[in-house]
T-cell receptor
Framework: EPEVTQTPSHQVTQMGQEVILRCVPI?????FYWYRQILGQKVEFLVS????????KSEIFDDQFSVERPDGSNFTLKIRSTKLEDSAMYFC?????????????FGAGSRLTVL | AQSVAQPEDQVNVAEGNPLTVKCTYS??????LFWYVQYPNRGLQFLLK??????LVKGSYGFEAEFNKSQTSFHLKKPSALVSDSALYFC????????????FGQGTTLQVKP
């Protein structure tokens, strides 16, 4: 069964450092997403991406965050200058379409720890 | 704005007994409703979804969910729980016409005891 793969599985960084989280969505999917889950809290939407541009973003997704699809397979989330409160599990997801009953397929997540 | 509520942080049930994990939602248009499960150190796995039609939806691993429009609920059920069902369960909603974003509830931990 096709999977969404994420790397790294765990990253520890110092506050203020830049972090890039990588995702390989399912190959025939056209919509890509990043979500995060702070420990013990709900899964929160960050951003959706379609046709090489952001289609929607949440208020969490401020100027410190950016997304990119640098080639035909990878989808990345960059945090420019990490803060302690960025510590969370970050999930990438993809879907064939962006509306209706289309199912998002999630990766296993990248745990980010900011010290 | 869309929202999802899961009123129980944790549900405990004995193996073999029926289980229910509750979810209520709020959307302004037609809802598309989903249940996902998260096992420890794993990503979110899709269980089932409601589109339209039959209010009882069957999904993976013997789970089903009942859509109730008047109560704006989408409770997850299973007739006979297994210890291996113990996990974190998330209800999610997408509003009709949305860009694809899912809004998740806060999650309910299901503990099935032998």
């Amino acid at each position: 069964e096709p999977e969404v793969t994420q790397t790294p599985s765990h990253q520890v960084t110092q506050m203020g450092q830049e972090v890039i989280l990588r995702c390989v969505p399912i190959s025939n999917h056209l919509y890509f997403y990043w979500y995060r889950q702070i420990l013990g809290q709900k899964v929160e939407f960050l951003v959706s991406f379609y046709n090489n541009e952001i289609s929607e973003k949440s208020e969490i997704f401020d100027d410190q965050f950016s997304v990119e699809r640098p080639d035909g397979s990878n989808f990345t989330l960059k945090i420019r200058s990490t803060k302690l409160e960025d510590s969370a599990m970050y999930f990438c997801a993809s879907s064939i379409a962006g509306v209706g009953a289309n199912v998002l397929t999630f990766g296993a997540g990248s745990r980010l720890t900011v010290l | 704005a869309q929202s999802v509520a899961q009123p129980e942080d944790q549900v405990n049930v004995a193996e073999g007994n029926p289980l229910t994990v509750k979810c209520t939602y709020s959307v302004s248009g037609n809802p598309y409703l989903f249940w996902y499960v998260q096992y420890p150190n794993r990503g979110l796995q899709f269980l089932l979804k409601y589109i339209t039609g039959d209010n009882l939806v069957k999904g993976s691993y013997g789970f089903e969910a009942e859509f109730n429009k008047s109560q704006t609920s989408f409770h997850l059920k299973k007739p006979s729980a297994l210890v291996s069902d113990s996990a974190l369960y998330f209800c999610a909603v997408r509003e009709d016409g949305n860009t694809g974003k899912l809004i998740f509830g806060q999650g309910t931990t299901l503990q099935v005891k032998p």
